[in-house]
């Protein structure tokens, strides 16, 4: 007897054909619509986040004490204790209160005495100390949450905190199951009676629907339809009209009842009969009126696998999101961990897999640095009796995303570029399932990371100032052991940012000097710190007579909010941050910015999700052309 599944497909032939199916017919995008952010748990964002407003929107006191302005504070010690007049010089504030015109420090109330009409201090303050700066948390337009992306409580809260009130999201998918057979009954047949031979009480739907509502879908249950060819064409061809996606249960077989194969063929596309998995076998795949119909087996465990491999996959492909639970995981730190003895501490961290280790590196730790949480995969706590963790520590998370994403997540350690958030963004877009990590510890960091086995890529512009050349003779002697790819990102501005008219009349390097002139400085080792750094060596300018020299932000972002908040009057930061927050900008560099690849990457699905989508997406190159002061003529080569 003739085998009557002999053109079963694999179970990685039938899931190709199932995407390749969508795409060639284009039905993988939903429509969208725009919700209030206070109604939009669990939906899947259409475009990406960015913030309206900084948060906090003022300075502001992060601790209940007295304002002070440093400067009056520089003579206070131990041996002679300052005393500061109290309705002047010192001004009470609650936390939270706005900080007073012209004071930018606060000394906490358990750290002075009240001596008349008078605050006494011991040591001088710093500036904005125990001060909740414009932009400590979130700066305007920078990326909050990309596209496809399910938005959670945490989410929302940062996205009202920047002042925006709705967001666009795609319409949650319609699902429909039609339940067939001539010899199922519903549930309430058997209310007063026991089920009479052959019937079969209906219950396949209960935990479709279940599996399905879980996924993001909004699911309507048909009633139980006969095996009649007709009626059954019929059934679908109404229910293409109106739902996203069509599941029936039964009929998937190819016996003289199974009717839904037939009735697919009939009305549309074909395209699977038979998958070689056990169970699950007579799996059914088509589309009907430009939507997917899937025929799963009768056999209840047969009708959960299918959905758990098809169904499931099927939503994820047309939300755009794929998500899985797990309890634990087990991760290596990527650098030491301290914390006070005594205090449960509880630390977010960003996870990816590197090589056949799952590495775990911390984000921001402040208590009120909401986007920490929105950009963390997991959380380690710290118990109260330890005071913390060495590099190299395998610890255990509790994720805040699912295990899959992290596999597939790319972990970039390096420069920080603007470029960045917008190349996660379009990693996104069109490889739903990956992700794209940035940890922004400069450039000498990321080749660090690299050599430490603890990220996939680094984002690196180091001028060797010897040959006049970029990265490559860094690489050379921080991994002379290991074979790395440069792939050219771009060329982008790099120059002195200023409010808009430039009101300091701030020229160049040399104005850095002056007494009326707050810098603000990038991380040591950081490309931009380096670039700095050669210019004041060969303007003769020591570091030691720029105020605000040793105070560091890790991005541009947050150097051009503190340039417009007030906080400093200048720092060295690329265009795009000038342009993004209305800032004037003196030019200085015209500078490549790589991106470093060890060789054993290159093959990984992530890696080359990502290079796709660098060398081949126009949209993402006219967006990021889009930013302002960069050139992407070299985009995407191999420059080393």
Request: hydrophobic letters at 40%; proline letters at 4%; a negative charge.
């Amino acid at each position: 007897m003739k085998y009557i599944f002999s053109n079963s497909k694999t179970l990685n032939e039938a899931l190709s054909l199932i995407r390749d199916s969508i795409e060639r017919y284009g039905i993988k995008n939903l429509a969208t619509e725009v919700v209030g952010v206070k109604e939009a748990e669990n939906r899947i964002t259409a475009k990406a986040v960015f913030a309206r407003y900084s948060s906090p929107f003022y300075h502001s006191a992060a601790m209940d004490g007295y304002a002070l302005r440093f400067r009056d504070t520089l003579s206070a010690s131990e041996r002679q204790p300052l005393q500061l007049k109290i309705g002047s010089d010192a001004l009470y504030v609650d936390t939270g209160d706005p900080m007073p015109e012209g004071f930018d420090s606060v000394v906490m109330v358990e750290d002075v005495n009240i001596v008349q009409d008078n605050l006494e201090i011991y040591k001088p303050a710093t500036p904005y100390q125990h001060v909740r700066v414009i932009g400590e948390d979130i700066v305007a337009t920078e990326l909050i949450v990309p596209e496809n992306h399910k938005l959670r409580a945490i989410d929302r809260a940062a996205i009202a905190a920047s002042g925006i009130q709705e967001v666009e999201v795609k319409a949650i998918p319609k699902a429909s199951i039609i339940p067939t057979g001539t010899e199922i009954i519903d549930l309430k047949e058997v209310r007063n009676r026991p089920p009479i031979p052959p019937e079969i009480i209906e219950y396949n739907s209960i935990f479709l629907k279940g599996m399905l509502q879980e996924a993001g879908a909004a699911v309507s249950v048909r009633d139980i339809l006969r095996d009649d060819l007709k009626e059954l064409k019929s059934v679908i061809s109404n229910e293409a009209l109106k739902s996203d996606i069509i599941v029936i249960i039964a009929g998937s077989g190819k016996g003289a009842e199974d009717y839904t194969a037939q009735a697919i063929e009939e009305l549309g596309e074909l395209i699977i009969h038979g998958v070689s998995i056990k169970p699950g076998k007579p799996f059914i795949f088509g589309i009907v009126g430009n939507k997917p119909v899937i025929g799963i087996p009768g056999y209840p465990v047969s009708a959960y696998i299918c959905a758990r491999l098809f169904v499931i996959p099927l939503l994820e492909i047309l939300t755009g999101v794929s998500e899985s639970q797990e309890e634990t995981v087990k991760a290596v730190l990527s650098r030491q961990l301290s914390s006070q003895l005594g205090v449960d501490e509880f630390v977010r961290v960003k996870v990816g897999a590197i090589g056949d280790r799952i590495v775990a590196t911390p984000v921001g730790r402040g208590a009120g640095l909401i986007m920490s949480l929105v950009r963390a995969d997991g959380i380690i706590r710290i118990p109260a009796e330890s005071e913390g963790y060495s590099a190299g520590t395998e610890v255990s998370i509790s994720p805040v995303r699912s295990l899959n994403n992290i596999q597939d997540t790319i972990v970039c350690i390096g420069s920080h570029d603007n470029t960045l958030d917008i190349l996660g963004n379009y990693i996104r877009k069109r490889f739903p399932t990956f992700y794209l990590s940035s940890a922004h510890v400069g450039s000498m960091g990321g080749l660090l990371a690299l050599k430490r086995g603890e990220a996939h890529i680094a984002g690196i512009h180091l001028l060797d100032e010897k040959t006049g050349q970029y990265n490559s003779s860094f690489i050379q002697k921080l991994l002379p052991e290991r074979k790395i790819v440069l792939v050219n990102l771009l060329y982008r501005q790099q120059g002195l940012l200023v409010l808009r008219g430039n009101p300091k009349g701030i020229q160049g390097f040399e104005d850095l000097t002056r007494d009326d002139v707050m810098y603000i400085n990038r991380q040591s080792g950081s490309g931009t710190r380096l670039l700095l750094d050669k210019h004041l060596k060969e303007l003769h300018i020591k570091p030691s007579s720029i105020r605000g020299y040793d105070r560091e932000e890790y991005t541009h972002m947050s150097v051009a909010s503190a340039v417009l908040t007030g906080l400093a009057d200048t720092g060295l930061g690329v265009y795009s941050s000038a342009k993004a927050l209305g800032l004037d900008f003196i030019p200085v560099a015209m500078e490549r910015y790589d991106i470093a690849i060890p060789q054993e990457f290159m093959d990984k699905d992530n890696i080359k999700a990502m290079l796709s989508v660098i060398r081949d997406d126009l949209e993402f190159r006219s967006t990021v052309v889009s930013l302002g002061g960069y050139d992407i003529e070299d985009m995407g080569k191999i420059v080393n």
